[in-house]
């Protein structure tokens, strides 16, 4: 049954100013950009339920978002570095987004956003975050800083240690069936010698429900997967780019498939990602003379590859040779100008430039020199991404869905007066009481106790 939107509040009608119909007052506040939003839901209590609904925030997603107009989430560290992160749009200004103080690292874009939510990480392992750049909220994922499934865990004599991976890929996806967002990571060791991939394992991290990781039912196959290549959600499935394949997850069943590669396709300095709402896998060094080539699946059940373009450096002009020379660079997306249909692509030092899908000169969109941000260093990991107006919340954090929860917050109670050891046995018992153990508010609150 079709979601039926709520009356919007009108002006009384024993007034002299005209009365809007409700669906124009949806329609024109569903344009509008979230903060904005953010900020007509205090005019009154009927506002901040009509803003806050299902309807309105699907609805606003839709309105506020022009695919042919993209827009870039820009996380780089620049000389005027203002310890925030910015939005730019293809003939627009720089605008200041949030903070992003929540990480002790860089800022890494992970995945292109899922209804206005990205998945970022901080550099030098310094966590995963989900966040919605729109309204600045943000959620910390529980392990992954330094993941105890990363850690070496081993003791003298231990008949059965715990096992031990030495690679990590993570994936952000929605379900729409049960309207909720899925983190997936999917761990895998390999021998150093040979590469090939010796065990592998994946968990599921569900926002706004217990916030634990959870492994699936089904194993996942021995694939070796790598952190710099993170999944691609595209048709309800997370796709992994792994040495001599791709292993795809449904986020609805948590079932494993596997994709064949194009047949030309080369591991090395590759990356995939969703270009026109296709899946497309790209390879060739950046920062050589090497053809850079961008192919896309064009037939899902056949398997069908083909060639979207193919990007000779040399022939570039000098000048937009040594502008745009990089240690990363990667599609972000697809728009027409101009009658034509251009690729925009991003590099390593925030520069943004578009081709033809000839692979002729590049026409330069982009450089952060002249900005709020400021020049940028070249670094191998992505310094941009792409960017959606959304009101779609992150989720609540363990200590918020404990808070809410009467039957959680006593068991918090009653476990942190008990002796350490004691705590440490009883983290056994379920997922639930071990996450709410291994908080930092609990640990804190142990240490106080004692």
């Not at 989430?73 to 310890?83: F, H, I």
């Amino acid at each position: 049954m079709a979601e039926v939107a709520p009356p919007a509040p009108t002006v009384d009608s024993n007034q002299d100013a005209p009365v809007l119909l409700p669906e124009v007052i949806t329609e024109i506040l569903a344009r509008l950009p979230a903060k904005s939003v953010g900020r007509f839901r205090c005019v009154s209590r009927a506002w901040c339920a009509m803003l806050s609904g299902d309807y309105f925030v699907d609805l606003h997603l839709r309105r506020a978002n022009r695919p042919d107009h993209p827009r870039l989430l820009l996380t780089a560290v620049g000389s005027d570095y203002d310890d925030h992160l910015h939005s730019w749009r293809l003939g627009g200004a720089v605008e200041k987004l949030m903070a992003d103080d929540f990480s002790d690292g860089i800022i890494v874009p992970v995945t292109k956003p899922c209804r206005g939510l990205v998945l970022v990480r901080g550099t030098g392992n310094a966590g995963y975050f989900v966040c919605n750049p729109s309204t600045g909220d943000v959620l910390a994922l529980p392990d992954t800083e330094g993941s105890m499934k990363m850690t070496s865990r081993h003791k003298l004599f231990q008949p059965h240690p715990p096992p031990f991976f030495s690679e990590v890929s993570y994936g952000l996806g929605y379900c729409t069936m049960r309207k909720e967002f899925k983190v997936v990571r999917l761990f895998c060791d390999h021998e150093f010698e040979t590469g090939i991939a010796q065990s592998t394992n994946c968990e599921v991290f569900i926002l706004d429900r217990a916030a634990y990781w959870r492994p699936t039912a089904e194993q996942p196959p021995l694939q070796r997967v790598e952190e710099k290549k993170p999944a691609v959600f595209l048709n309800g499935y997370l796709h992994f780019l792994c040495h001599g394949g791709i292993i795809t997850f449904s986020i609805s069943g948590e079932t494993f498939g596997s994709l064949p590669p194009p047949s030309a396709f080369k591991d090395a300095a590759s990356a995939m990602i969703e270009l026109d709402r296709c899946l497309s896998l790209c390879y060739g060094k950046p920062d050589t003379e090497d053809l850079y080539h961008v192919l896309v699946l064009r037939d899902y059940k056949e398997a069908r590859w083909e060639t979207l373009c193919c990007i000779d450096r040399t022939t570039w002009p000098e000048s937009e040779r040594m502008l745009l020379d990089s240690l990363w660079m990667a599609p972000l997306g697809i728009y027409h100008s101009d009658g034509g249909q251009k690729i925009m692509f991003g590099t390593g030092a925030c520069k943004v430039f578009a081709v033809d899908v000839d692979g002729n000169a590049p026409q330069i969109l982009f450089t952060p020199d002249d900005t709020i941000i400021g020049s940028c260093e070249d670094d191998n990991i992505p310094a941009l991404g792409l960017y959606e107006e959304s009101l779609v919340p992150v989720g609540r954090s363990l200590e918020e869905i404990i808070s809410s929860s009467p039957t959680a917050e006593a068991w918090f109670d009653i476990l942190k007066w008990l002796p350490a050891r004691s705590v440490l046995e009883l983290s056994l018992v379920c997922r639930e009481w071990r996450a709410m153990i291994m908080t930092d508010h609990f640990i804190h609150m142990l240490f106080m106790q004692t």
